[in-house]
């Protein structure tokens, strides 16, 4: 029997295809199991909402609504992850307009619900608190952490800490294979390809502590895609396509695709799918034919994780125990076939492949365990200026990709100067990596503005500064910036006039 006096901590790993829970249990972190709507015991609850007439449904009942017809969407964490999400974006399901953080909340709700009441720990009473730690993939802009933890905080949980998806199977691995880590071997490579993501961690290992060295991904590639491109394939077979199937029986072919695509084993040859009722046969190796780019895109998103041998190519470095595969999507046969024609013998499969990183967060969430995690912020924040009227516009690096942070600390940064300007301009932007003029390139994405009156005649409600042309000045005020990051890796901006303490503060990654 779980101690009753301590509240509950568990690992919650919100997933794109599957919201996967492990919990603390004295020493060991079982994998919460539920039972859904049809009496079947699952380790997950599907991530899908659906609208049954006027109100949202989720989870199973999501699931069920949508068997019979009803506005639903999957893999609403891509959403999430998409760039240009704020705090205020919506979604539309059938003629409805949600907020996302609304809808997230709503699923978070439901999830802790079917945790206490209809789970293999129930029941929880009401009173006894759910503590978390929470995965967020490592390429999180500002914008989805932020509702990534309003999210889980609305809908009742006490989110203890989010750590990065890879650090987390980082820890299940060292729990599970310490004795594969030695004085030369010291780090991890986390090859983590979910449902519709991939993302690729270097996670040191010492002693207890675990540190994500450098991480790679791809946010809108999963398991998900091979869906489509089977569902293609068998389509093409039966001589239709996408188009001519129609919404209603192309959604029936996906999911009967994905449900082939589970039950494939190492040595299956053929797979068999009914497209529009008519049983349709393809080879196996046709499916691997068109899905091989997609596991050779994950392994060349690793190419700066990994070490170049002699003829040029990318290898596990020599400090590098193993590469750790996990997620659901890397259960398909090709995957593990195409890393070990790489990688050879260290490719080690997780024994709970969709769990893993859930199981790694429920570690990461008992004191007993004692792990600890360095993270690392791998977006970086840059401010760009205008200077000068508006015709020459600078850019400050203010925090680098891969700024480590301390765990449960705030860092912060400050810079201090006399304004030159009667107004500030700032655009905040997040970027994944900069070129050798130190200017960003890859992603880059605004992730705030702040207009600044240095001029003390300019800080009245009438005056419009966006309409005020930019001039230089003498003697302006002595300014202070602030970035301070969160332990969770959330950026805030304040703006001060250090010589009449007036002050602008401005979270990034908001509206
Ligand atoms: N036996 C299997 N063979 C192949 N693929 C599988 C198997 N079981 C599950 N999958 C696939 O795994 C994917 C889900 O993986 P997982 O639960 O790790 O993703 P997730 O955590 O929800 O997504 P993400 O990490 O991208 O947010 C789905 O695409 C599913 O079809
Ligand atoms: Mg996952």
Known sequence: MRDKVSPMRLGVDFGTTTTAIAIVDRGNYPIVSFVNNREDTVDFIPSILALDGDHLVYGFDAEDAAREGAPHLRSFKRLLSDPSVTDTSTLRLGNHS??????????????????????????????????????IPAHAWSAQRFLTLEAFRRAGWDVLAMVNEP????????????????????????????????????????GTLHEVLGSRGLN?????????????RLAAAAGTDSGLLGDAAWERLIEDARSAKEALSPSSKFITVPVNGEPTTIPVADFYDAATPLVNATVEAMEPLL?????????????????????????????????????????????????????????????????????????GVGVFRERDGGSFISFDTL????????????????????????????????????????????????????????????????????????????????????????????????????????????????K
Request: overall charge negative; some cysteine; aromatic content about 8%.
């Open 167 to 206: 650090s987390a199977a980082g820890f299940e691995y060292t729990h599970r294979h310490a004795g594969t880590l030695n004085s030369k071997r010291t780090s991890i490579l986390v090859y983590d390809l979910g449902g519709g993501t991939f993302d690729a961690s270097i996670v040191s290992a010492t």
């Open 307 to 379: 070490v170049p041998d002699a003829s040029g190519v990318g290898q596990l470095g020599g400090d590098v125990a193993g590469l750790y595969v996990v997620g659901g999507g890397s259960q398909l046969p090709l995957v593990a076939r195409i890393l070990r024609a790489r990688f050879g013998r260290r490719v080690h499969r997780s024994p709970h492949t969709a769990a893993s990183t859930a199981i790694g967060l429920a570690i990461g969430a008992d004191p007993e365990a004692a792990y600890t995690v360095r993270e690392q912020l791998s977006r």
């Open 399 to 510: 925090l680098e990709p891969n700024t480590e942070l301390a765990p449960g600390e705030t860092l912060t940064i400050k810079r201090c100067y006399r304004a030159a300007h009667n107004i500030g301009y700032f655009r905040f932007v997040e970027y994944s990596s900069f070129d050798e003029a130190w200017v960003p390139r890859g992603d880059l994405q605004p992730c705030g503005e702040v207009i600044f009156p240095f001029d003390q005649s300019l800080r009245r409600s009438d005056v419009d500064l966006e309409s005020i042309e930019v001039v230089r000045t003498e003697d302006g005020p002595l300014i202070e910036e602030s970035y301070i990051v969160d332990e969770h890796g959330m950026v805030t901006v304040e703006i001060t006039d250090l010589d009449t303490a007036y002050t602008i503060r401005r979270p990034l990654g908001r």
């Open 220 to 232: 809108l590639v999963g398991g998900d895609d091979f869906d489509v491109i089977l569902a293609n």
């Open 98 to 135: 949600i907020s996302v953080l609304d809808a997230l909340t709503g699923f978070l709700t439901y999830v802790a619900r079917t945790v206490r009441t209809n789970s293999s720990v129930a029941s929880v009473p009401a009173s006894e608190k759910l503590e978390a730690l929470v995965g």
